[in-house]
């Protein structure tokens, strides 16, 4: 049997005593936690480049959309205005997707609904139709753009008091979809603008779109589909049905879709009511 033979110490360097290992320990863990912490502060302020290209990108579709209305192309407009809801759709489901939330993001996509949803619609709008009807028709266009900033400023301070499956009045993407989706249509389907009743029909719907984003109606908010998830394949035949639908007649189909969204908020709204059952797009601090 070989005879045991103690270990060498390496470099003539003894060990720590207990006590001083257990500081040691604790010294790195300190560092840790600081190094967690400095990380979740860059998180919060940092700058992301993918969701905040398809931002900048909705933001362009709204900026377009006044360049082309300026021009008297009303029809690009209004597709651009539905491109820029597409894209912005994106944005929130990339950031969550990719766990690239910050703050910048969110304060940078509320500018950008702006812009895309509260000015471009009420524009676009007012130089097609509504500036025949001299005053009413800019306090009609001014009415849905205070609406809209209205909407998102209360958005941004409920987010965590309300039901995540409902918003707070009508999204302003969708009252953007039901202004250009009316523009759309009525250029489509070649319908005069001398028409009497062409410009009171724009303004009515003006307004309401524009009351509505700032009314306690829940809107349904589709938040609680995750695209991750196992699916039967009858949901995948009707996002098929959906797409042959839209593609058979854009203007007519979109239109129709948002005008339905935008009475939807209400049916909700009534049927709670009738079920005694509380507002689920009520926050708590409007409730006190």
């Known amino acids: 049997?070989?005879?045991?033979?103690?270990?060498?110490?390496?470099?003539?360097?003894?060990?720590?005593?207990?006590?001083?290992?257990?500081?040691?320990?604790?010294?790195?863990?300190t560092q840790l936690d600081l190094r967690s912490e400095r990380q979740q502060l860059l998180r919060k302020r940092g700058i992301?480049?993918?969701?905040?290209?398809?931002?900048t990108a909705a933001l362009f579709g709204g900026f377009f959309a006044i360049v082309q209305a300026m021009n008297?192309?009303?029809?690009?407009?209004?597709?651009?205005?539905?491109?820029?809801?597409?894209l912005d759709g994106m944005d929130g489901r990339v950031a969550r997707m990719t766990?690239?939330?910050?703050?910048?993001?969110?304060?940078y996509d509320s500018l950008s609904d702006m812009v895309s949803f509260g000015v471009a619609?009420?524009?676009?709008?007012y130089e097609w139709v509504l500036k025949d009807l001299g005053r009413w028709g800019w306090l009609a266009a001014f009415v849905y753009c205070a609406g809209a900033a209205l909407r998102l400023a209360r958005f941004n301070t409920n987010i965590g008091s309300v039901d995540k499956r409902f918003f707070q009045g009508m999204p302003s993407p969708a009252?953007?979809?039901?202004?250009?989706?009316?523009?759309?249509?009525?250029?489509?389907n070649k319908v005069p603008v001398n028409l009497f009743w062409l410009p009171w029909v724009a303004f009515a719907l003006t307004l309401y779109a524009?009351?509505?984003?700032?009314?306690n109606a829940p809107f349904y908010s589709g938040k609680a589909l995750d695209v991750r998830h196992r699916v039967p394949f009858v949901a995948i035949l009707a996002v098929?049905?959906?797409?042959?639908?839209?593609?058979?007649?854009?203007?007519?189909?979109?239109?129709?879709?948002?005008?339905?969204?935008?009475?939807?908020?209400y049916a909700f709204w009534a049927v709670y009511a009738l079920r005694g059952r509380p507002n689920p797009a009520r926050s708590a601090s409007s409730d006190s």
């Open 240 to 265: 098929v049905l959906v797409f042959v639908l839209i593609s058979s007649d854009p203007p007519l189909m979109l239109f129709g879709l948002f005008v339905l969204y935008g009475l939807s908020g």
């Open 1 to 29: 049997m070989a005879a045991f033979k103690p270990r060498r110490p390496r470099n003539n360097v003894t060990p720590l005593p207990r006590p001083f290992r257990h500081a040691q320990t604790g010294v790195e863990n």
């Open 121 to 125: 619609p009420a524009l676009v709008m």
């Open 210 to 215: 524009g009351v509505t984003m700032v009314s």
């Open 175 to 188: 009252a953007a979809a039901l202004i250009a989706g009316f523009v759309w249509l009525a250029i489509d």
């Open 99 to 107: 766990h690239t939330q910050s703050a910048f993001g969110e304060q």
């Open 48 to 55: 992301y480049l993918l969701p905040n290209a398809f931002t």
């Open 72 to 86: 008297l192309r009303f029809e690009a407009a209004a597709i651009a205005i539905f491109v820029a809801m597409v």
